[in-house]
């Protein structure tokens, strides 16, 4: 082929306009199909746009709500644990007349009498230190101040190291809800007496308190050392959700990688070409697109049902999450095992090593990071998880941290669930964000760990 | 707990069956001077399984049956005027027996009946625990001894550990298969213990959504018409697909044939992020964030606006799909072959015109399979719509309004006390069958397209 010439057409003169040159057409469209190219333009980048402001407003509005959570309204007070304003008989000591068994018993109902004994009494006499002479008045207003459940840490305290009765040690105790909330300014300052959840005694007794620096914003270990708490808020924490989703996770791992990875080792190594094959085929793909709701349908038909297993069980949420993740961690194995070239599985069979050999020896080995980083995704995506726990009960207030896969327990997405309904609005919107951004922070942890795995590890072929 | 342990033993069991049957191969081989037809790792795992694998096998049929059996012995054991009650009765008293035996204390005061089989109870309980092991113990050593005598230089240990090894594979690979079955057979079954209540052409075609929660026989059954869930599902839908689509197909658009490599590399990482958001964090930012603004604004504008309305619910899932949507659209558009747009730029075509012309048209197979998921993420979403869409089961058009959907009403209905004998539980079921096969057939659909599209360039 030769060049016959290298010359573009001659541009239409003026001259030319009048009779119809084929170019006319194209030249005078022309800046309005530029302008229509820059519109073209302009939207693609206008809907990149709107997605990267999506995830700007998403992460901004979560982290302004939640972050504030993580501090939490706490007196810093010396508590004199008087013996006297508890009611409560002193430390039985054991007489020479008794047997180990009658002092054991004496101990017992020592510490069972504690049960009736006035803790409240001795908050509120350690605020009335600081507080005007008429405060001791008004009993109620000055308890309220202090979450309830302070009372119940106190006479464990007691009850751990009675020799402590009759001293004066310095705690820290949360505040009520109410008064977190007022402090950071949650609560519309406007409103009259009666709508304000803080009588007038106790909003005048808040100020003072801060003023004498015994009541100050400090970091909350309450939120992931307690249990979630129905009567008292302010001391409700993640500690029960997050256990029982380690609980699930584990499941998931142990359960989910071992089967999902023989599946697609089959798959990609053995399988011959047939129907059987092309069955599996066809439901992994099908199951990777199923509803995760219908997995707790699942699982409450199957496991609860027939199965006759606990309720809110992390077991049952486990094997519910595991069936649920089992299409991706089998695909991304897939995925990991195909980038693995030929050559290296026939240099092997080429030595004489098996084919279970071979994938056992050199296949495995390679795909191990791969396999990982899979295993890490679909793990992330089932900590996410919600929908199915909700229908095998794991939505039930558990008031204890379960202590094996079988007791019952919650699950960190399923608590964020409950608590932003919880009544007490202004106080669990941002308790609810803080468990959010917890949420949401392992997930990163975990998929920057796939991340970190894959760059470390990839090999180009 | 016990199982926990009983597995473990197994597992050290094992171990040193392992180390025994590679011991003993090697002082066989030195012994006979002949040469061994596998290595004697492979005459351990031999040995190995042939020690674990019953054993583990008599574990599972005792954990499968051993709870059956002794609810048939502790209740043949009741007096004849409790084991006359009705079915639903009897598991009451049973369970209250077995909470007894397992040494939880129970509501109210125990009958001496209760105690007694109680006690029997924990007396089977420790027996067939017991039995267990004992079992479990002579088959391990049994095929421990057995596998021992088979050891010779002419066994062919490497071919049995590997079948061992490949049906395990199997095994593993028909688990997809066997939970599809599980799905479909338990959606089925509870569905037509649904339908036995009510008729199927009233769930389907009926256009009231009010099950109350008395079961009093077939009269006073209240509303289980389908019609309006399907209506709020498909109306979120269609929001949902009015802000994922544009965006997300411009997005790929953009992202593939006009950023520059430094803006990719930021920006797909960072919508992507999107996808991997849990939805409960949508349903919460909708509520709280979305849902609000929505109603000022229309306060503002003079129209009344929900907060938790279907707009608020669709808007939101829309932002979910958007990653979904563009990073698929990207892949596909990417796959477009360059000649096509050489071709077309070539011809004189600005950029935009021969994405337009060409580019789109080239795609849209794949494209429209890649909608087709997006809708299918979209029908089966649930948290996003729990928390923002108000559950209103009405049939009315106004997006503005509350409204509810198929999977709301799953969550509603199931959850708190599950009772499999009331139609409101069980109409959970049938719901769910009913948004797998919507699921399944836009799954399938999309699949077909995608699959038959990239026939034409490969």
């Known amino acids: ?461 | 707990m016990s199982t926990f342990w009983l597995i473990t033993a197994v597992l050290i069991l094992m171990g040193f069956a392992y180390q025994f049957g590679a011991t003993r191969s090697r002082s066989i081989a030195s012994s006979s001077g002949q040469k061994l037809h596998s290595l004697p790792t492979h005459y351990g795992m031999f040995v190995a399984l042939w020690c674990g694998v019953p054993a583990l096998a008599v574990l599972l049929i005792f954990a499968v049956f051993e709870g059956t059996l002794i609810r048939a012995a502790v209740v043949s054991s009741l007096p004849e005027t409790v084991q006359s009650l009705s079915a639903e009765q009897l598991n009451i008293v049973f369970n209250r027996i077995a909470s007894l035996s397992s040494g939880f204390g129970i509501a109210g005061k125990a009958e001496p009946f209760e105690i007694a089989a109680a006690a029997s109870m924990s007396r089977l309980k420790d027996i067939s625990l017991l039995a267990s092991i004992a079992v479990m113990a002579a088959v391990a050593i049994g095929g421990l001894l057995f596998a021992m005598r088979q050891l010779s230089p002419v066994l062919r240990a490497r071919n049995q550990v590997e079948r061992f090894v490949i049906a395990m594979l199997v095994f593993c690979s028909a688990v997809a298969i066997i939970t599809t079955i599980a799905i479909v057979v338990s959606l089925f079954g509870e569905a037509m213990r649904f339908f036995s209540f009510v008729h199927p052409l009233d769930f389907f075609f009926g256009t009231l959504w009010n099950p109350r929660f008395a079961t009093v026989g077939h009269g006073a059954m209240g509303g289980y018409g389908l019609l309006p869930l399907l209506w709020g599902t498909v109306l979120i839908t269609i929001i949902a697909m009015l802000v994922a689509v544009p965006v997300g197909l411009m997005t790929a658009i953009y992202m593939a044939e006009y950023a520059s490599p430094h803006l990719r590399s930021f920006a797909k990482p960072v919508i992507e992020v999107l996808a991997g958001i849990p939805t409960i964090v949508y349903g919460f930012f909708a509520l709280t964030v979305i849902g609000p603004f929505l109603a000022n604004a229309g306060a503002m504008l003079g129209i009344e606006v929900r907060a938790t309305s279907a707009l608020t619910a669709g808007l939101v899932m829309g932002i979910m799909i958007i990653p979904f949507v563009s990073s698929l659209s990207d892949d596909i558009i990417t796959q477009v072959p360059r000649s096509l747009r050489d071709g077309s730029l070539g011809l004189g075509a600005t950029h935009s015109e021969t994405i337009r012309r060409v580019v789109l048209p080239a795609a849209l197979p794949g494209i429209v399979g890649a909608f087709l998921l997006a809708v299918s993420r979209a029908v089966g979403e649930t948290m996003i719509v729990v928390l923002a869409a108000g559950n209103a089961p009405v049939l009315q058009g106004n997006p503005l309004q509350a409204i509810s959907t198929i999977t709301v009403t799953i969550v509603n209905q199931l959850t708190g006390d599950i009772d499999f004998t009331s139609p409101q539980s069980l109409v959970a079921f049938a719901l769910g069958l009913t948004l797998f096969t919507i699921t399944l057939v836009l799954n399938i659909l999309a699949l077909y397209i995608v699959r038959k599209y990239r026939e034409q360039y490969e």
């Open chain 1, 1 to 461: 082929m030769t060049v016959v010439s290298n010359q573009l057409p001659p541009l239409p003169s003026n001259a030319d306009q009048g009779a119809k040159s084929p170019y006319s057409a194209v030249h005078s469209s022309l800046s309005k199909r530029h302008a229509s190219e820059r519109r073209f333009k302009a939207l693609g980048l206008a809907a990149v746009l709107i997605g990267l402001g999506f995830v700007a407003i998403l992460f901004t509005s979560i982290l302004s709500k939640g972050l504030p959570a993580f501090w939490q309204a706490t007196f810093t007070l010396p508590v004199t644990i008087d013996a006297k304003a508890l009611s409560i008989e002193p430390y039985p000591q054991q007489n020479s007349g008794q047997t180990d068994a009658e002092y054991a018993k004496e101990v017992a109902d020592w510490q069972a009498s504690l049960a009736g004994a006035n803790w409240a009494r001795l908050i509120q006499n350690a605020l009335l230190v600081y507080l005007p002479p008429e405060a001791a008045r008004r009993s109620r207003d000055v308890q309220r101040l202090v979450t309830s459940s302070e009372r119940f840490q106190l006479r464990e305290l007691v009850a751990a190291q009675p020799d402590i009765i009759g001293q004066t040690v310095t705690l820290r105790m949360l505040a009520d809800a109410n008064v977190d909330v007022w402090i950071k300014g949650g609560i519309d300052r406007t409103l009259s007496d009666r709508q304000l959840p803080l009588t007038p005694a106790q909003r005048q007794y808040i100020e003072i308190l801060q003023d004498r620096g015994v009541l100050n914003q400090s970091f909350s270990t309450a939120l992931f050392t307690n249990v979630d708490s129905r009567s008292s808020p302010a001391s409700a924490g993640l500690a029960g959700a997050l256990v029982g989703s380690l609980f699930m996770m584990l499941i998931v791992i142990v359960l989910s990688v071992p089967i999902g990875v023989a599946a697609a080792i089959y798959l990609e190594e053995f399988a011959p070409k047939n129907r059987f094959t092309d069955l599996i085929e066809v439901n992994i793909n099908n199951l990777a697109a199923v509803p995760s709701i219908v997995f707790g349908l699942l699982g409450a038909a199957v496991f609860i049902s027939w199965l006759r297993l606990p309720l809110s069980a992390p077991l049952v949420g486990g094997l519910v999450l595991t069936l649920m993740t089992l299409p991706t961690v089998i695909i991304a194995t897939r995925a990991t095992l195909r980038a693995i070239p030929p050559s290296i599985r026939q240099a092997a069979i080429g030595l004489g090593a098996s084919r279970v050999q071979t994938v056992t020896h050199h296949v495995l080995p390679l795909a191990l990071p791969g396999i990982l980083t899979g295993a890490i995704i679909g793990v992330a995506q089932a900590l996410g998880e919600t929908a199915p726990l909700l229908l095998i009960g794991m939505s039930a207030f558990v008031a204890n941290i379960p202590s094996t896969p079988l007791d019952q327990s919650t699950a960190l997405p399923v608590q964020i669930f409950l608590w932003q309904g919880n009544e007490l609005r202004n106080f669990f919107e941002s308790r609810t964000s803080a468990a959010i951004i917890v949420l949401l922070a392992l997930m990163i942890v975990l998929n920057g760990l796939a991340i970190y795995l894959r760059r470390r590890f990839e090999r180009r072929w």
